[in-house]
């Protein structure tokens, strides 16, 4: 199994671009979230997902958009990017909200 | 504001000593979950513990949950320059499926 996978790992972005940070996973869970995590911070909900088709927002969902086509992937669209959004930013799933399991992150620079 | 607040915010041992974290949280809780980042990683699970037990053990770790306080600790026994990370609590709120981290405690174990 590959686990949790997350493209890019690094990304620039100029301000008021848009991009899609993808997440897969391939253990079959049913919940996947993703978290952003600033530096010297712990990790923020953005969005969630219980299972495919069902989204809800986290702590932070602003300026984010999320999907559930299937219960494999979970892509994070940034809608308009702004300096705000630089960030490491975590892609987890589980078989509900006991061990999560997260990808390796994305660096993003938003310039 | 995030769900659980660890203390100290920063932790520096000697090799072979313990090291305890606390964590403290808001809302009734279903469980409570301690992970661990080493610079700037993925997180790892490291243990569970659900809102009907008070203490867990898992090798060199225990985990205690007083739920009238709302706070836990984790004991890090023994600590080893390897367990030098980032230690952090997650709390999944018994209203949702949220899974909320708190700020993380950075433990520096000096060989």
């Known amino acids: 199994n590959a686990g949790v996978t997350q493209t890019p790992k690094f990304q620039v972005l100029k301000t008021g671009q848009s991009m899609t940070l993808q997440c897969a996973q391939d253990m079959n869970h049913e919940y996947m979230s993703w978290y952003r995590q600033d530096p010297g911070m712990g990790l923020r909900l953005i969005h969630y997902s219980v299972g495919a088709g069902i989204t809800d927002q986290g702590e932070v969902p602003n300026g984010y958009n999320v999907s559930r086509s299937t219960t494999e992937d979970f892509p994070l669209r940034l809608l308009s990017a702004a300096p705000s959004q630089t960030s490491v930013y975590f892609c987890?799933?589980?078989?509900?909200?006991?061990?999560?399991?997260f990808g390796p992150g994305t660096r993003l620079t938003v310039l | 504001s995030q769900q659980g607040e660890e203390d100290p915010q920063a932790l520096s041992i000697q090799e072979g000593e313990n090291a305890t974290m606390n964590c403290s949280y808001k809302?009734?809780?279903?469980?409570l979950q301690w992970y661990r980042q080493n610079s700037g990683r993925g997180l790892v699970h490291l243990i569970l513990i659900r809102s009907n037990e008070r203490e867990k053990h898992s090798g060199r770790l225990r985990v205690t949950l007083d739920t009238s306080k709302k706070s836990s600790s984790l004991l890090i026994t023994a600590s080893r320059a390897a367990d030098t990370a980032s230690y952090f609590c997650?709390?999944?709120?018994?209203?949702?499926?949220?899974?909320?981290f708190g700020s993380g405690t950075r433990l520096l174990v000096r060989p």
């Open positions: 809302t009734s809780i279903n469980n």
């Open positions: 987890a799933s589980s078989r509900s909200t006991d061990t999560q399991y």
């Open positions: 997650a709390t999944e709120d018994d209203s949702s499926y949220k899974l909320i």
